[in-house]
């Protein structure tokens, strides 16, 4: 497997920052997000405080900065990390599908998102509630599994878990339409809550109710907390210092993800800081 020398989570403007910085400073990257760069960018209706770039749409900032990254020849590669491993002397990254990755430092600029988890997601995290299929499917194999799918780009994710499964229940958050597939049923429905008793069981919807032996909860993110445990926290937000240093040696945040102002210059701003630190990071632990 490729290791890189560092892995970029977060397409915004933070970690497209420090993936141009990289670039530059001739590093292997990994950069991990999606194509659009973020809904926060792509979405945004007109932005009048960006350095150079007077009433721009959202659209059109999106375009320019995805644009940028591709005359440096960077790469985007699609996927939503689910959790990092600190495996001591580099990091795995396990992506949605069945793909892993490996680098020697990681930078998290993932944004924020504020969606509070369903009741009982926490306390049955491990227990019956998984967020990654491909390293909880083969628990399930042949029961019946229940799937929360918050957008049609992880759809794979649901043949690969229908594959395994004896049944599948799928709650698309989503309007598109769903390819049907023989054993899948599909219910739109709005989640709930989660009960059960030692191990999740039942998933509670506004109109319905769901019995599973495993439910999925695939999200465009995952929690910090389940991300990359042992981080530290300050609170709702990665704690970091001026280098855009976290408490675990080889990585960074920067962006939206450390703190307030939410602002696109300043999550740019700390892409080129923590891709600075993770080069002296690099030099200093070859
Ligand atoms: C409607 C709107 C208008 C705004 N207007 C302005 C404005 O005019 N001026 C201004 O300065 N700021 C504005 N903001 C704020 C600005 O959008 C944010 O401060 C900025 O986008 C933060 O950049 P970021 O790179 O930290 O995170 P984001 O832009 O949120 O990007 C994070 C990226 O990481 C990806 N990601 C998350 N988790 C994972 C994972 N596990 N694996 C892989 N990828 C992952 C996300 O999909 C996303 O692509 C606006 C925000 C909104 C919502």
């Known amino acids: 497997m490729d290791r890189f020398d560092v892995a970029i989570i977060g397409t915004g403007p933070a970690g497209l920052e420090a993936a141009l910085t990289l670039k530059n400073r001739n590093k292997k990257i990994l950069l991990l997000g ?3 760069s973020s809904d926060k960018v792509y979405k945004a209706h007109e932005i009048k405080n960006y350095l150079g770039l007077p009433n721009i749409s959202g659209e059109d900032f999106s375009k320019a900065f995805i644009e940028h ?4 020849g960077i790469e985007i590669t699609e996927d939503v990390i689910s959790q ?3 495996m001591g002397d580099y990091f795995a990254l396990q992506g949605h599908g069945q793909e892993m990755y490996e680098a020697k430092s990681v930078i998290i600029a993932t944004g924020v998102k504020f969606d509070k988890p369903y009741k009982g997601e926490e306390e049955f995290l491990g227990r019956g509630v ?3 299929a491909t390293c909880d499917a083969p628990l399930y194999k042949g029961k019946n599994i229940c799937v929360v799918l918050e957008s049609a780009d992880e759809f794979d994710e649901v043949e690969f878990l229908a594959s395994v499964a004896n049944e599948l229940t799928l709650i698309p958050l989503y309007d598109d ?4 597939i023989s ?4 219910v739109k429905d709005k989640p709930i809550e989660i009960k059960g008793e030692r191990k999740a069981n039942k998933l509670i919807l506004e109109n319905n109710e769901v019995d599973f032996d495993g439910l999925f909860i695939l999200k465009k993110s995952v929690p910090l907390s389940y991300l990359l445990q042992g981080i530290e926290m300050d609170g709702a937000h990665i704690a970091v210092n001026r280098q855009m240093e976290t408490n675990i040696k080889g990585v960074f945040a920067c962006g939206d993800i450390t703190g307030k102002p939410y602002q696109y210059i300043k999550a740019a701003g700390e892409g080129n800081v923590a891709a600075l630190s993770a080069v002296n990071f690099l030099a200093n632990n070859k």
């Open 69 to 72: 990254i591709k005359v440096m």
């Open 183 to 186: 054993n899948v049923k599909v």
């Open 177 to 180: 339409e769903i390819k049907s």
């Open 84 to 86: 990092v491993y600190d």
């Open 130 to 132: 998984s967020y990654c």
């Open 34 to 36: 999606n194509n659009n």
